[in-house]
């Protein structure tokens, strides 16, 4: 079974996700406070975390940030209105999908399946692979680890894709659609602009500057692309 924590104080809407996933292989389990959020979530192992931002004695972005100090596992975050700015914060402190309270089950199953396939195919850190070297950054797809110089570089499972496909394409575009269709692995919409949050909370760890990039360049009305700080392409 799939294990599934939800963070959220609207009891009906637990049990309405339990009584949904449950057939779908997926064993739902609730807490309605921030902080039995943060309690249950680092101190179990879930396969991903359901996290409402509204949430009586810590909200939903100062629970994310206690798990990320501790855990990579995925969280996909829920809001009331479906927000923007809402949206942008929680991708920016590490979540790996959001979806508004309007969602369908449908929806809600689709999001799930994506975040929790990346993470069951993650390899452990004792399988060694080759790493792809970006000057002095170097990143290594099969232990999912990237280092810039000596400094390991801390990174969330979508901020790790995006590096990993941007550092293999190194040299080459990357539009804003593809890296959405791999990091995913849904339908997804051209305009959203997760990607970009993503890709500014990568730049902040690399210590990069969009406007004098050393890695990530941004290429008008294209996309993206990784560069060589050494060579500066």
Known sequence: ??????????????????EYLGPMGYSVEAVHTGPAGVDRAIGEKWDAVILDVMLPGLDGFDVLRRIRARSDVPVLM???????????????????????????????????????RRAVARPGPEHVGPEVVVGPLRVNIAS??????????????????LLASLAKARGRVKTRERLLEEIRERDYDVFDRSIDVHISALRKKL?????????????????YMMVDPAAGA
């Open 78 to 116: 829920l809001t009331a209105r479906g927000e923007e700015a809402d949206r942008i914060v929680g991708l920016e402190m590490g979540a790996d999908d959001y979806l508004p309270k309007t969602f369908s089950s449908r929806e809600l199953l689709a999001r799930l399946r994506a975040v929790t």
């Open 1 to 18: 079974m799939t294990r599934i924590l939800v963070v959220d104080d609207d009891r009906k809407l637990c049990r309405l996700i339990g």
């Open 207 to 223: 210590g990069d500057d969009a406007k004098e990039p050393k890695f990530i360049r941004t290429v008008r009305s294209a996309g």
């Open 144 to 161: 999912r680890t990237a280092v810039l110089g000596d400094r390991p570089l801390s990174l969330t499972p979508v901020e790790f894709d």
